[in-house]
């Protein structure tokens, strides 16, 4: 069991590595507008990943998924991704980049709901506390990033992000039984395909406007990175993760993002590692700890038939 749980750790470990990497080029790209825009990139990372599971399921075992399954598979695609993607991409062009970073800081308090309702996790005190603490790391490293940047914010940009955040956390609790059913690449391959049906109309007037003659070599890898690291590779991994361990836990590695944007900005020279990074990195680390180490829901009946 030890053995499984470690396993789990270390994709979403390396999932979410792979997201913080992808904070910093996402935002060069869409830093060029109007060569391609938010939502065309947005596609890009749902169609290309939705095209390379489908070329991978071809070389992998096959199973057969019923239709009752299918329509479970295309709703939990509606939560995982294209809500959750889309509302945080039009959110974060109507609001600040640290409005929309704080609001993400509540996925692992939402998400500990949710799995109380849905799977009947328990909410224990020292699950409470590991949320606060990584929450705590995290919003420290991220208002110390941003101190120098002008707060501007947007009631339905937030509304938005916050909606981003409600979606992913439902889908990480409601969907845990489909997930643990089927293999990642299965999984992967139906919902980025059902992902991709639905978010092409809202997307379609922005990937026809992208100017794919001005695209220079460089952006053309970042793209590349997005599309193939952060959303193909990233989310095979998610989901050894999603089956290995508690949907809390799961969320707790969002505080990781932060954390390598910071370690990534002190390696390119354009911050510096102090007390205040140190800290918060600890902070964080500490509150994935505290919470993979609460009691499941299996130990609570356990110890209550025991007595």
């Given amino acids: 069991m030890q053995d499984r749980n470690l396993k789990g750790h270390v994709a979403l470990f390396v999932a979410y590595i792979i997201f913080g990497l992808n904070i910093p080029i996402a935002k060069n790209i869409l830093e060029h507008a109007e060569v391609c825009s938010d939502f065309a990139l947005t596609f890009y990372r749902i169609g290309g990943a939705a095209v390379l599971f489908w070329a991978l399921s071809l070389f992998t075992k096959k199973e057969s998924v019923p ?18 993607q889309m509302s945080f991409v039009t959110g974060l062009s109507h609001t600040s980049p640290i409005d929309a970073a704080v609001i993400v800081t509540t996925a692992p308090i939402i998400t500990m ?9 328990p909410i224990t005190w020292k699950k409470a506390i590991g949320v ?55 999984l992967m391959k139906w919902m980025f395909l059902f ?14 406007a992208v100017k794919y003659t001005e695209i220079h070599i460089d952006m053309y890898l970042q793209i590349i990175y997005v599309v193939a690291l952060a959303t193909f590779f990233a989310y095979l991994l998610i989901p050894i993760g999603q089956k290995l361990l508690r949907p809390t836990i799961v969320s707790m590695y969002n505080y990781i993002q932060p954390v390598v944007s ?37 130990q609570v009946v356990a110890e209550k038939e025991a007595k």
């Fill in 67 to 84: 239709f009752k399954d299918l329509l479970q598979l295309f709703v939990a695609s509606l939560f995982g991704i294209s809500i959750n």
């Fill in 113 to 121: 709901f949710f799995a109380a309702f849905f799977i009947k996790e």
């Fill in 132 to 186: 606060t603490v990584g929450a705590l790391g995290a919003l420290l490293l991220i208002f110390n990033n941003n101190a120098a940047e002008q707060h501007q914010t947007h009631t339905l940009g937030n509304l938005l992000c916050l909606l981003s955040v409600f979606s992913f956390g439902l889908y990480l609790a409601a969907f845990k039984n489909i997930i643990m059913k089927y293999s990642p690449v299965t």
């Fill in 195 to 208: 992902a991709s049906v639905c978010c092409l109309p809202f997307c379609w007037k922005d990937i026809t």
């Fill in 262 to 298: 910071s370690l990534v900005a002190v390696a390119l020279g354009m911050d510096r590692f102090g007390l205040v990074k140190g800290s918060a990195t600890v902070l964080v680390f500490l509150g994935v700890y505290i919470v993979t180490t609460s009691k499941s829901r299996a």
